[in-house]
């Protein structure tokens, strides 16, 4: 196969480990990295972004630097000090910028322990603090604060906030920003290095499509419309900020803007407006199977694995299915780089149109309306689907068939799908109801997934976001209500996978994950190894699993070099319910906080197994809060299994989970732990309270090298 690579090395394990998740950046100067000094913000505009500290990456160079970021961890910028706030590592994540406004994120520095905020600074004028900045544009943080002042024991870890986004610039205009911490007295830091930062030119190329012939009415499909704006706008540009494809909300056009699948270009932005939807089809048609693509190199079922486009799209024409059925798998394409410098944006919704939607909505913590689909399947997508219903039923599989159950598993449509793309940003929008998944990354570089709302619950396999076998994601402030995993890491499955680009380099924080089969999710397909993942600053509530890592032995790769650190769960997988301003609350489905699993079923899937079987480790789990309010419902606190060796048809060897570290984790109310097969891993610091009637909370059987330091209750 193509685009192999060896696995991230040094600098991506100190990065990991120490400072967060480090870009492995592509040629363009979109590669700003999440865990080094890289600072060029995209492509598109050239250099946008400098700083006395950084190189940009548009040379081709790769972002990842072992000598500076042990540099930047030696060195310590704690308050208490004075130190000069250098290792902040100020910078603009990929396309996270326009005309008017941009975006900043820093790692927090090597010892943030006295920290409790951070100050933005322009021009040597202060802007303000992180935390109310996030209070006036995240859509988490309203959810975040709430969680917070429902724990009036102050048991959860708090979370630190570091993303500020600036509004109100002048078009193509240069700005120095530094940032300092701040202790919870309020003293200050020394400022980070600057960084500089040019706005994109204001757009002069917009694509209303209204004065094109679109009709918001909500009938009219207005897919050829749609479709010749974003071939015309692409057409004539040079960066994501040469054109716009703008979906207006004004009362002549209407509102609510009916397209079937369409398919985006390089360097261009789609702009949503506020109180526009951009809603999908419900008639299959306008999902030309032709047009769709197939995920992995290998068959998912054994009637037809062609997968129909999604409502947005980036897909290489030249890898589309055609019209054949498992033939030569013409409808993969692992090429990267197709596509470049993409921003999908506004203040708007996506509505994929997908399923039915319950007759009652949630009023969920905060009192808001929360939007609640019917719980689909493959036997109900008859009465309850709506382009799902369209899509199967073309099919023409009879519905309980080993075909239809096959169709169902890829014959529905995602809400988007952007494959081999290098700098892409989606952000600020409403992303609710698809047929199938959510957003989905597929053999792309520097992506960001930021300031959006995810509304996908109950349905069947809606996942919020996934990322698979892709390189450098910035994920931070997402509210996301979800139907499957709420954010989830994807690399293929079996010998196919290995040698393969793994699905590398993320760096997750600030989100609030509510609902969802888990929260932060590595699996289940691992073949080309998920890796350098920094999850951090995060908040989970009612998801039916915290970290999650799922995979089978014969899928093989696994996940490795992953911190999980300073994230607050609570009520997460139990079917506990909890009280909040007077409103109940409650979780559908007993799973575990933390969860390493090699008993996930592989589906219908159709692969050579892997050379080895699949494993979970060097997992850094720290300062992190569980409270999963009563031991009346839920699974074990901590789930660890491995693979016994007993599968001749396999041939591989007892496969162990392996130095997995839990570090200052405080859990209160949850069932006692089921570990298994768990070798050479440390519990330092850890204290759990309430675990029910067992004698322990300490159920570990079948492992080694395990040690134990400062830990309440003692272990037996």
Known sequence: MKNKGMPAGAAALICALVLGACGGGGSDAGGSSAGTNSSAAGASSGAAVSSTSSSAVASGASSQSASSAASVAASSAAVSSGASGENLSLQVPPLAYDDSSLTLVWKKPADYSALADFNVYMNGSKLGSAAANNTLNSPAKPYIDQFYAADTAGFHVKVLFHNFKVTGLAPDTAYTFTVRAVDAAGKESADSQPLTVRTAPAYTRIYDVSKLGAMGDGTTLNTSVIQDAIDTCAAGSS??????????????????????????????????????????????????????????????????????????????????????????????????????????????TLDGNGWTRSATDTTDELGNGLANFAGGSASKVASL?????????????????????????????????????????????????????????????????????????????????????SDNAFVFNNFVDSGDDNINFAAGQGKNYEGVTPQQNAWIFNNYLREGHGGVVA?????????????????????????????????????????????????????????????????????NPFIFTLAYSAGSNVFDKASASAQFRDITIRNVTVDNVSTSSGGAMIKVDGYDGTDATLGYAETFQENILFDTVKITNALPMSISRLKDSRFTNVTITNWGTATTPWAIANSSGLTYSGVTPAVP
């Not at 949503?272 to 030309?288: M, Q, W």
């Not at 970290?547 to 997460?572: E, H, I, Q, W, Y």
């Open 523 to 591: 699996g289940s397909h691992t073949g080309a190894w998920i890796q350098d993942i920094l999850a951090e600053d995060n908040v989970m509530f009612l998801t039916d699993n915290g970290l999650r890592m799922k995979s089978t032995p014969a899928t093989g790769g696994g996940a490795r070099r992953v911190v999980f650190r300073d994230n607050a769960m609570r009520n997460v997988g139990t079917k506990n319910s909890v009280t909040i301003s007077g409103r109940t609350l409650s979780n559908n489905t007993n799973g």
């Open 385 to 469: 689907g709506i382009l799902a219903k369209s899509q199967l039923a073309a099919t023409g599989a009879t519905v309980g068939s080993t075909a239809h159950d096959n169709y169902y598993s890829n014959r529905r449509s995602s809400l988007a799908t952007f494959r081999g793309v290098r700098n892409i940003y989606l952000g600020e929008l409403k992303l609710t109801n698809p047929a199938y998944h959510g957003v989905m990354f597929l053999e792309s570089e520097n992506m960001v997934f930021a300031n959006t709302v995810t509304q996908t619950f109950d349905i069947n396999n809606a996942d919020g976001v996934e990322f698979g076998n």
């Open 239 to 348: 960066s994501a900020y040469g054109c716009k494809v703008l979906i207006p909300a004004d009362a002549a056009s209407g509102k609510v803007f009916l397209t079937g699948a369409l398919f985006l270009k390089s360097n261009m932005t789609l702009e949503i407006a506020e109180g526009a939807t951009l809603k999908g089809s419900a008639d299959s048609v306008d999902y030309p199977l032709a047009k769709g693509y197939q995920l992995y190199s290998y068959f998912t079922n054994s009637t037809d694995d062609r997968r129909p486009p999604s409502l947005l799209n980036a897909l290489s024409p030249a890898h589309m299915n055609g019209t054949a059925a498992l033939v030569d798998h013409n409808g993969y394409d692992e090429t990267r780089g197709v596509f470049q410098n993409i921003r999908i944006t506004g203040k708007g």
